[in-house]
């Protein structure tokens, strides 16, 4: 068996898609893994270099890869897409992914620690309230409006105390 130099590696929840090639850029394994063997195949190949989309999890998978040694590169799913040679299924993308990966003018997105990567949620996290929160006012001054309650002022700080979820009472 050849050695292989370079791995497209499509990400999934539970069934990943691995397409080696060696140097010459001959297939040399074309296989699905589950979750569970993931980690056995990859410790027990010799270090190559590793193609993956940046998308759920491959922040994680980056790392737990490049513990074994490998060279972990991860692309914009957009930019592996025109090496997708035809219908888009698990196997086809790892193979667009091993093509993309090996490109000389490839951009390639950094892999985020787990720290920055809470960071991030942590963020997404409060927008998401913020946003929800004025949802929340927005459509209880419509509800306000259909009693004939005129609320002129925007934001929260003009809600009546009980109606706002900023409350003095919430605080204590």
Request: glycine share 8%; hydrophobic share 40%; charged share 25%.
């Amino acid at each position: 068996m050849n050695k292989i130099s370079v791995i497209g590696l499509d990400l999934a929840k539970n069934v990943f898609q691995v397409h080696g090639v060696d140097s010459d850029g001959e297939v040399v394994v074309r296989k699905r893994l589950k979750r569970s063997q993931l980690r056995q195949f990859f410790a027990n190949l010799e270090p190559c270099l590793i193609g993956l989309e940046a998308c759920g999890g491959a922040h994680y998978w980056s790392r737990e890869l490049a513990g074994f040694g490998h060279t972990v590169r991860m692309m914009a799913p957009i930019f592996v897409k025109p090496y997708l040679k035809t219908n888009k299924n698990d196997r086809n993308d790892a193979e667009a992914i091993c093509g993309a990966v090996q490109r000389p003018s490839m951009r390639f997105v950094q892999p985020k620690t787990p720290e920055q990567q809470a960071v991030l949620h942590l963020h997404h996290a409060r927008r998401l309230l913020v946003r929800q929160r004025v949802a929340l006012n927005n459509h209880m001054g419509g509800i306000l409006s259909e009693y004939g309650i005129r609320c002129a002022a925007r934001g929260q700080s003009h809600l009546p105390a009980s109606a706002s979820t900023d409350s003095k009472a919430d605080r204590e």
